[in-house]
């Protein structure tokens, strides 16, 4: 590897490792990077998680954001690690892997809120209650954890659940993080390393070999450049990306006040099984979604929060990404959803947002994410759609093997 910078003091192998820096190193060479410089451009969960892996695997770490923090797709989310919806295949075995990963990583840094609550998918229909069968007899149902439920054992699961619904399907392997504070924490235990430089309000405007230049003039070298811009992106991030196979989807997503009981699981509701691509074989049974809701392509996902709000969702809006505005009319379905399966003690909603996300417009069976070379030492890495949560701590593991 290309050294420019030799930073020995954090190169010794009898150095005592954090519990940092054996997370990402299973099966690999824990200093693999010592005495390497790394250059992170993007504040995101995918920017935070190759920063906090190179860490992991002993380099020196400048990590870079336009903004004091992030503002973009991983805090506006709902915070799932959501395995149950996953392609066969490469996009699961991935999600896995993160799956693992995420569950380290909340051992190692409490704060992210990891917790494994599981998700329950609910059916309010007949032909959802079919795909759900369907897909609790697939192949690789044991290995996602799913298990098909009657109305008293989903809720016995989440006694919460006091609404009208005929069953579910459980999978043990969904998990939350609290996406609103999990990066803070995930900084705070770098900084403990003493080989991180988060630098805030840093926007990139160019990019050559082993470098990005900010908006300042300053240029920043590494061994190693990501890019993990998120689609919010304008100037020179914009052109970067104008000819690419990506596409912005927006999302329209609500916060209520705290609520009275304690959800033990995240809940999706049928419409999930629409957008899902783990159940795409089976989607032919379900009958046509309601027009209105078919429009904003809405589905039901919830999940609380540490402090007993929800946060519930969501839209996906591909023709209008540049729209400022959130809408009642969707929002007000999605509550509805979540009343009727939650009940009358579903608590009022306090706070409406959008947000957007890149998507690959036309990926192949494997095409997960999109990761290009930009230069000589510099990657780009984005168009994880939603899944970005998900599976940001395998992408920055692929990043490095």
């Known amino acids: ?4 910078r030799q ?27 010592a005495g390497s410089r790394v250059v992170v451009v ?3 969960v995918i ?38 919806g996953r392609a066969p295949g490469r996009e699961l075995e991935l999600a896995l892997r993160a799956r693992q990963l995420w569950q ?32 609790s007899s697939r192949g690789d149902a044991t290995q996602r954890g799913f298990a098909l439920v009657d109305v008293d054992e989903a809720r016995r699961r989440n006694p919460a659940l006091r609404g009208t619904f005929l069953g579910g399907l459980y999978c043990d392997l969904d998990a939350a993080v609290e996406s609103r504070s999990a990066l803070g924490a995930l900084r705070e235990a770098m900084h403990a390393t003493k080989r991180y430089e988060y630098l805030a309000r840093h926007e990139i405007v160019g990019v050559g070999d082993f470098e990005v230049v900010d908006h300042r003039g300053v240029r920043h070298r590494g061994d190693q450049v990501f890019l993990c811009l998120g689609a919010s992106l304008s100037g020179f991030a914009a052109e970067l990306f104008a000819t690419e196979p990506l596409r912005t989807v927006r999302l329209q997503m609500a916060e209520t006040e705290q609520c009275a009981d304690v959800l033990t ?17 089976f989607s032919h049974r379900l009958v046509p979604q309601d027009e209105h809701a078919a429009h904003y392509a809405i589905q039901l996902l919830c999940q609380q929060r540490l402090d007993g709000g929800l946060t519930i969702g969501d839209t996906h809006e591909v023709d209008e990404p540049g729209d400022f505005a959130t809408r009642d009319d969707p929002l007000s379905l999605i509550a509805a959803s979540a009343k009727y399966l939650i ?29 290009k070379r930009v230069a000589h030492g510099v990657t780009a890495i984005t168009g994880a759609g939603g899944r970005g949560m998900t599976l940001a701590p395998a992408i920055a593991e692929e990043s490095f093997q």
Not at 1 to 4: L, Y
Not at 49 to 71: F, P, W
Not at 343 to 371: C, K
């Open 1 to 4: 590897m290309r050294r420019i």
């Open 7 to 33: 930073v020995d003091a954090f190169a010794s192998p009898s150095r005592k490792l954090t519990p940092l820096d054996s997370t990402f190193v299973e099966g690999t060479d824990n200093w693999a990077l």
């Open 42 to 44: 993007g504040g995101g």
């Open 47 to 84: 920017g935070t998680m190759h920063a906090y892996a190179a860490l992991a695997r002993g380099a020196m770490v400048v990590h870079l954001e336009r903004d004091h923090v992030a503002q973009g797709a991983t805090v506006r989310n709902f915070g799932l690690v959501w395995v149950s």
């Open 104 to 135: 380290v990583i909340g051992e190692n840094v409490p704060l992210v809120g990891f917790r494994a609550n599981g998700s329950l998918t609910l059916a309010t229909r007949p032909d959802e209650m079919e795909v759900l069968e369907c897909a």
């Open 265 to 281: 699981t995240s809940v999706a509701s049928g419409d999930s099984l629409r957008y899902y691509p783990a159940f795409q074989e």
């Open 343 to 371: 009940g009358e003690r579903m608590p009022r909603i306090e706070r409406r947002w959008s947000g957007t996300y890149h998507q690959l417009t036309d990926p192949g069976a494997n095409d997960v994410y999109f990761r």
